[in-house]
């Protein structure tokens, strides 16, 4: 009777679990990417560049992927929240809810504010749109300058926030986000070879790329991405003492047909040259005071156009 009992309570586990892989399988995904306004055109290519691809790479996902993208003259605070809305209204409790901010961003000591065109939205007016998204899980990741002024404020329990600046007053034009797309265009980015990249492994990728660039261009960091994924106190740079179980649990692609391009030898390399590309333009941005104006827009223009045209290969 004993054994009987047991093989059935070993049936209802076995049920169980099942159960619970069914469920997490068929749980939606929803991504918001923004990119915020550029102030000047090298930055407007660019951050509408990432955001783009970031939509190109969420959709390739699969079908339970909900993918929402504003840039240009979308990328404005009442779209953002009627975005947000639509995901609010959408959006399970057992779905996972991803937001990407990428562009520009600003701290007066008090608050933080994502740079739209027209009015700017706060920290808190993102906070209380993502408190209405009901997924338990949550990804905030805001790669903008001055983003580390946002954490507090974005925080709270269930929801990872990442932030490409330590702090509020680390205010130069960042590079993470672009090391943060790139991460999930590399299967080298998948370091526990589980066919999936998670937010933990993203946030590693994109911060030893960061500082391996400025390291090569033979300057002091000016930012320094962390994280809080346990919704309370500090922000970290390692994940230890809890921080980073969230983030490593959270899976935001599993390789496949996105992938494709990037194991693509042409593409690698096509790859490869937008990365030198980009840190000729990230170097021009740093060397512009010290340059000859006409010199600058000259080398600036032909590295743009270059870029654009290295990107249309790869979209192909």
């Known amino acids: 009777m004993k054994g009987a009992l047991l093989r059935i309570g070993a049936r209802i586990g076995s049920f169980a679990v099942v159960c619970a892989l069914a469920l997490q399988a068929h749980a939606a995904v929803y991504y918001v990417t923004v990119a915020g306004l550029g102030g000047e055109p090298d930055y407007e290519q660019r951050f509408t560049a990432m955001a783009n691809e970031l939509d190109k790479v969420f959709k390739n996902t699969g079908i339970t992927a909900h993918v929402y993208t504003l840039t240009g003259a979308q ?4 779209q953002l929240k009627v975005t947000l809305d639509t995901v609010a209204h959408e959006a399970k409790s057992d779905d996972n809810f991803v937001l990407i901010l990428i562009g520009h961003g600003s701290f007066d000591g008090v608050e933080y504010k994502f740079n739209l065109v ?17 997924a338990r899980r949550q990804l905030v990741v805001d790669a903008t ?9 974005l925080e709270r329990p269930g929801r990872a926030v990442i932030a490409a600046t330590k702090s509020g007053t680390e205010k ?31 946030f590693t990728y994109a911060t030893t ?5 400025y390291d090569s261009q033979k300057r002091l960091a000016t930012e320094h991405a962390v994280f809080d994924d ?19 649990s959270f899976i935001l692609l599993r390789l496949g ?3 494709q391009a990037a194991k693509d030898p042409a593409k690698r390399a096509l790859l490869a040259k937008k990365e030198e590309l980009e840190q000729k333009i990230d170097t021009l941005k740093y060397q512009k005071a010290a340059m000859n104006p006409a010199d600058y827009r000259q080398q600036l223009t032909a590295a743009l156009l270059e870029l654009a045209k290295i990107q249309g290969g790869l979209d192909k």
């Open 75 to 78: 990328a404005t605070a009442s």
């Open 118 to 134: 027209g009015p700017d939205v706060t920290a808190n007016e993102i906070a209380a749109m993502c408190d209405r998204v009901l």
């Open 145 to 153: 300058s001055a983003s580390g002024g946002a954490i507090q404020t």
């Open 172 to 202: 130069n034009a960042t590079v993470f986000a672009r090391y943060w797309v790139e991460a999930l265009q590399d299967p080298a980015a998948d370091t526990d070879k589980s066919d999936a990249i998670s937010a933990m492994e993203t």
């Open 209 to 213: 790329k960061t500082a391996a660039f």
């Open 230 to 248: 346990l919704g309370r106190g500090e922000s970290v740079r390692e994940a230890g003492n809890g921080q980073g179980t969230l983030m490593s």
């Open 257 to 259: 047909t996105s992938q």
